[in-house]
């Protein structure tokens, strides 16, 4: 039956068929999820993963799959780990754990989904996978920095992607009318399907616009952004999984604050008195207050140290209507210092 294929793709052939063999037979060991979730977990460190999206380590990332192959619930409880697979089931599994290894993609891309806070939301390629450190924040409603999260009425999530920071910000503020903005018309579609599972379409506004650009002056109690801000350089050491989210989603130019330099100038136009701008940044704390060494930010502690700050419009360099130009030139005489 092979002998008219090409050579190569006889030999592909082969190889394909002797995997298979071997995860059959493989696949009649693993008896149970917990055989199941070592053995991913071992294969996934040989294969040196990265991880980071959404699971920490080769066995949570291993469990991740597992479940879902297995069609259980993420939140199984432990006594499942001694529950008996049929072969059929197992091979299912461990196709996915194979797929993993060879495309290199986030356990969510072949998923379909990634839990933030307490909520799913759905993703694919065309957002990050949701793991932003202000997601923790929202779960008191940003308490003790807002005292009355009832008093929140109006919220904007900056660069929104895939919609999760707003869902949980409608959550944690349940009076609050909240817009989603984005430059990337796939994120917002993205976006809109989430909005949809979790019926919040009428409560959550989505805008294509870059930053401020499509917002016409429009003020909020409540500034939320998590920006790409990962510097050149370290954009060229990512391990293959980051490669496969959007670069827009993650590259924040030379220094990481391209993005974010333009949020601190332009937000106290979009802020209402006292308003709260709250801005995530990795690891650019000391950058952006050498930048901007007059400005008051607090720091909020997330798992990823000071990673997030918070500050009132009136911290703020004041500005009215400035375009991304106008704000660059602007840097000097609100405290930043000159970089070159
Ligand atoms: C780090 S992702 C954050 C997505 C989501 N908020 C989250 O936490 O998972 C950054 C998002 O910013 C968007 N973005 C990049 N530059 C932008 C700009 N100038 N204006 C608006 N959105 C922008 C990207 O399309 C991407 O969806």
Redesign the pocket.
Known sequence: MLSGKPKKLRSKLATQKSTLKTETTAARSLRTVGALIREGARRFLRARLAFGHGSVSATEEAAWLTLHALRLPLNAPSAVMSRVIAPAAAERVLRLFEQRIRERKPAAYLTREAW?GDLPFYVDER??????H??PLLRDGLAPWVAKRHNVRSVL?????????AILSAHAFPNARIDA????AS?LAVARRNLRDHRLSRRIRLVK???YSALHGKRYDLIL?????VTTSSMRRLPAEYRHE?G???AGGADGLD?VR?IVLESSAHLRPHGMLVV?VGRGRRRLERMFSKIPFVWAETDAGAAVFLIEREGLPAQETLSSSDARSRRVSCGASSRK
């Open positions: 933030l957002v990050i996978v949701p793991r932003s202000i997601a999530d900056l660069c929104t992607g895939s919609g999760c920071l903005a984005d430059i990337s994120a616009s870059d930053l952004c998590n920006p790409p801000y959007p827009i989603a993650l993005v333009r995530e």
